[in-house]
């Protein structure tokens, strides 16, 4: 059973920069890594990912703002975010997904507020 542990949410001010991570228990190479977020009364939504090559992807409303990175020798993968809006308010949670599995965090509270 893979296990992903996210940290670095908190409370920051409109403009202001968080960098979350997830430390998965196993090796992250050959999986897709995804950061999503959920908002009250919201639907989970992906936020951006990064594939075993390498190969980032990102929502809308995160290019420009948010970048995906990781470090495989330490199994971590990173969510630079940065300019962070209200809006941005969310539970955010890390997805591996490995040989057609999906494994998920716990997620960790971003909340965006003056």
Do not use: H
Not at 15 to 41: D, H, K, N
Not at 76 to 88: A, P
């Amino acid at each position: 059973q893979v296990q992903l542990v996210e940290s670095g949410g908190g409370l920051v001010q409109p403009g202001g920069s968080l960098r979350l991570s997830c430390v998965a228990s196993e090796s992250i190479i050959i999986g897709t890594m995804g950061w999503y977020r959920q908002a009250p009364g919201k639907e989970r939504e992906l936020v951006a990912s990064i594939t075993g090559p390498g190969i980032t992807n990102y929502s809308e409303f995160a290019k420009g703002r948010f970048t995906i990175s990781r470090a495989t020798a330490k199994n971590t993968v990173y969510l630079q975010m940065n300019s962070l809006k209200v809006e941005d308010t969310a539970v955010y949670y890390c997805k591996l997904t490995i040989t057609s599995r999906d494994y998920w965090g716990q997620g960790t509270q971003v909340t965006v507020s003056t």
